[in-house]
């Protein structure tokens, strides 16, 4: 896993999977994540960036955006999924 502590980030594509950020700014950078291995995210900016899911991430949002959709049963184990975890 990738380390980076007070570090500033511009107008850039950051690959999230196998990196630790501490302390870092993130301005209008494209953030990527795979779903291959863990993120850490402590105290950080962010600013104007976008997020980006691919791989089994976007496989896990695609599978939960369509319980969501599904209407009310489908919010309730949405929110289920996020109050387990």
């Not at 999977?17 to 494209?30: A, I, L, Q, S, Y």
């Not at 953030?31 to 900016?45: A, F």
């Not at 599904?70 to 999924?81: S, Y």
Request: net charge negative; charged share 25%; hydrophobic share 35%.
């Amino acid at each position: 896993m990738g380390m980076h502590r007070n570090e500033s980030f511009e107008n850039q594509t950051v690959i999230l999977d196998g990196n630790e950020f501490d302390h870092c700014e993130m301005r209008r950078c494209n953030l990527v994540y795979k779903g291959r291995e863990p993120v850490k995210l402590e105290h950080c900016q962010l600013a104007g960036c976008t997020w980006q899911f691919e791989d089994a991430a976007q496989r896990t949002v695609m599978m939960l955006k369509g319980l969501y959709l599904n209407g009310h049963v489908g919010k309730e184990i949405v929110d289920a999924i996020f109050r387990s975890v």
